[in-house]
């Protein structure tokens, strides 16, 4: 199977900046959507921003302007810089991936979640 590993959360201040990585680990065949996911405390868990299949990438309209997802193909490394962070952004913010995988049996989907990784912007 493919695992996530997600880094670099922690506090910041309103108008701070950190910067999130995820990088996945298996025998990756492919990767076709790669990209972060959050969670506020009682409520649904929501896109931020994602790598789709066709390479474009989509960022919920909160984030825009603020966060960058950029990737490096050869690590398999997702990688989320988030600017002029608000307390709103309070969350913790997954790594999600698709792709196929190698396996004795051939190839085979995967659909990995990270542990997730707490962001805390105090009011």
């Known amino acids: 199977q493919v695992q996530l590993v997600e880094s670099g959360g922690g506090l910041a201040q309103a108008g701070g900046s950190l910067r999130l990585s995820c990088a996945a680990s298996g025998i990756i065949f492919s990767i076709n959507t790669m990209g972060w996911y959050r969670q506020a405390p009682e409520k649904q868990r929501e896109l931020v921003a994602v790598?789709?299949?066709?390479?474009?990438?989509n960022y919920a309209d909160s984030v825009k302007g603020r966060f960058t997802i950029s990737r490096d193909n050869a690590k398999n490394t997702v990688y989320l810089q988030m600017n002029s962070l608000k307390t709103e952004d309070t969350a913790v913010y997954y790594c999600?991936?698709?792709?196929?995988?190698?396996?004795?049996?051939?190839?085979?989907?995967?659909?990995?979640w990270g542990q997730g990784t707490q962001v805390t912007v105090p009011s």
């Open positions: 999600h991936a698709e792709g196929l995988y190698t396996s004795s049996s051939g190839l085979n989907d995967f659909a990995s």
């Open positions: 790598f789709t299949k066709g390479g474009s990438t």
